[in-house]
């Protein structure tokens, strides 16, 4: 029996390489806000939760800047 194309077609991904920038940007994010919010358990939830939205942030300023 014969096997068909669409049995070994493999998927390829060009542009992954974006996640591991990310995930360095996060690291340097958590340890910044870990740093400035280092204290009691809800402080530390508090950076763990801005080191994850730290895109939003530089967003939010970025538009704000007059243009």
């Known amino acids: 029996m014969a096997t068909s194309d669409s049995s070994t077609k493999k998927n390829v991904v060009k542009s992954g ?3 591991g920038i990310w995930f360095l940007g996060f690291i340097g994010a958590l340890v910044y806000y870990l740093h400035t919010h280092s204290g009691t358990f809800w402080l530390v939830v508090l950076a763990f939760m801005k080191a994850l939205f730290w895109p939003a942030f530089v967003v939010y300023h ?3 800047l007059p243009t």
């Open 17 to 19: 390489g974006v996640g």
């Open 62 to 64: 970025v538009l704000q």
